[in-house]
């Protein structure tokens, strides 16, 4: 099922993808789209979308489906990495 970008941007906003916390690391700055007048940092979706794509092009490429290893340093993301796996 081949999505649109604005369709797969959709959905990242209706989970919330694009909210971030109020601290932000200087590699991440050029991915903040701006920030609330809470401090939250609002993460640019479009921007988001173009590295998923990228890291599933690499994805695919490799032949061997083992030899790929998904890991998360957050608690949240262990749902995704036993979906993926």
Known sequence: ???TKEEDVQMMLVC???LGTRNCDYRMKRY???RTVDGIHIIHLGKTWEKIM???RVIVTIENPAD???ASQR???SRA???FS
């Open 75 to 77: 608690p949240y993301g």
């Open 16 to 18: 919330k993808t694009h």
């Open 32 to 34: 903040v789209f701006r």
């Open 54 to 56: 990228v890291a599933a």
């Open 68 to 70: 790929i290893i998904v």
């Open 1 to 3: 099922m081949a999505l």
């Open 81 to 83: 990495v036993l979906k």
